[in-house]
């Protein structure tokens, strides 16, 4: 079917409004012998892309700095947690040194897994029963 150009209506135009994409068909063009005054088609402009300002690059954070002295109780505090760790070392250490973290009878058993002929790594101690009945 061929295209009549002179009756024919021009291709539509394809605009966007804001997030729409927008398909204007203008009027057919009119002959030139008549000539009625028509309003002139609406031309839809897309509005300017919104740019988007870019984040700024990544910095390192500044350095932080006392502004204020830090109270008496903080450094009480931290004075305190010092001396007990150094207390529980110091425990330790005498405790070893004195023979206090062996047992008082620790001769005695090993008499008695040398002369069964056991180490004492073989041994499993053994289980008592509770009273209240597993079920």
């Given amino acids: 079917m061929p295209i009549n150009s002179e009756s024919a209506t021009p291709p539509p135009r394809i605009g966007k409004i804001g997030p729409y994409t927008v398909f204007v068909t203008p009027p057919a063009t009119p002959n030139?012998?008549?000539k009625p005054e028509?309003?002139?088609p609406v031309q839809f402009q897309a509005p300017a892309p919104v740019q988007i300002p870019s984040p700024p690059p990544v910095m390192a954070p500044p350095a932080?700095?006392?502004k204020e002295k830090p109270s008496?109780?903080?450094f009480f505090w931290d004075t305190v947690a010092k001396i007990q760790n150094a207390h529980a070392?110091?425990?330790e250490h005498?405790?070893?040194w004195f023979g206090l973290n062996q047992s008082k009878y620790q001769w005695a058993l090993d008499d008695y897994y040398e002369s069964?002929?056991?180490k004492q790594s073989e041994t499993k101690p053994q289980v008592?029963?509770?009273k209240i009945q597993n079920v």
Avoid: E, I
């Fill in 72 to 74: 008496s109780f903080a």
């Fill in 38 to 40: 028509s309003p002139t």
């Fill in 116 to 118: 069964n002929g056991k």
């Fill in 64 to 66: 932080q700095f006392y």
């Fill in 94 to 96: 005498v405790a070893h």
């Fill in 89 to 91: 070392s110091l425990d």
């Fill in 128 to 130: 008592k029963p509770n």
């Fill in 32 to 34: 030139s012998s008549a």
